[in-house]
């Protein structure tokens, strides 16, 4: 079983790229972020459907949302952060990671000027149709 998460965690916070250099290190899921996170520093929220679709038994297919923070609720580095995701994202093909091989990612929505319900916090929203395959 392919950890998609993990997967993505290695192909975001790799060194030497635009998206690094604005988030180094801070991309979660909800299921682990930071207790004392408070949009004080930027960050990717990423929400990993749990019903992956198995094309076989080594590859599935998942729907990814991402959420782009900016950091004291800044809008233009929320909207720097997602064009970096944008880029690190398109024409994926075959990046091998450690834990799993991203196949290929396509961006099915977007919103660059979103803001989360609940904190009031400005972010931008992509959501992805992305493959997985086991090493």
Request: aromatic content about 12%; hydrophobic content about 30%.
């Amino acid at each position: 079983m392919i950890d998609t998460a993990k997967v993505l965690y290695e192909h975001l916070t790799a060194s030497g790229t635009s998206l690094y250099t604005l988030n180094g290190t801070r991309v979660w899921t909800a299921q682990s972020e930071p207790v004392d996170w408070n949009n004080g520093t930027t960050g990717i929220m990423m929400s990993v459907s749990d019903d992956g679709d198995y094309v076989s038994p080594s590859w599935v297919q998942s729907s990814v949302t991402f959420y782009c923070y900016g950091g004291n609720d800044n809008a233009s580095k929320c909207q720097q952060i997602y064009a970096a995701l944008y880029d690190r994202l398109s024409g994926v093909q075959s990046q091998i990671k450690t834990s799993g091989t991203i196949e290929w990612a396509r961006m099915f929505s977007g919103d660059p000027d979103d803001i989360e319900p609940d904190s009031g916090y400005k972010r931008a929203r992509a959501s992805y149709l992305i493959q997985f395959k086991e090493n």
